[in-house]
């Protein structure tokens, strides 16, 4: 996740089946020890209005 172009739009909060993200301070972030749970859908990286999020 690149949290220069992140705005917190928290479109990726939303779409995520597995819920790993969370917004904190005004961005997203990955939930502490979530980032196994992540069953790459690529829902909140085609999602992104500001591709800040690259699954791979």
Do not use: F, R, W
């Not at 597995?18 to 961005?27: A, D, F, P, T």
């Amino acid at each position: 996740m690149d949290l220069d172009k992140c705005t917190g739009c928290g479109v990726c909060v939303k779409v995520c089946p597995v819920s790993i993200y969370e917004l904190k301070n005004g961005k997203t972030n990955v939930k502490p020890g979530a980032e196994d749970d992540c069953i790459q859908c690529h829902a909140c990286e085609v999602n992104c209005p500001v591709k800040a999020i690259t699954i791979g």
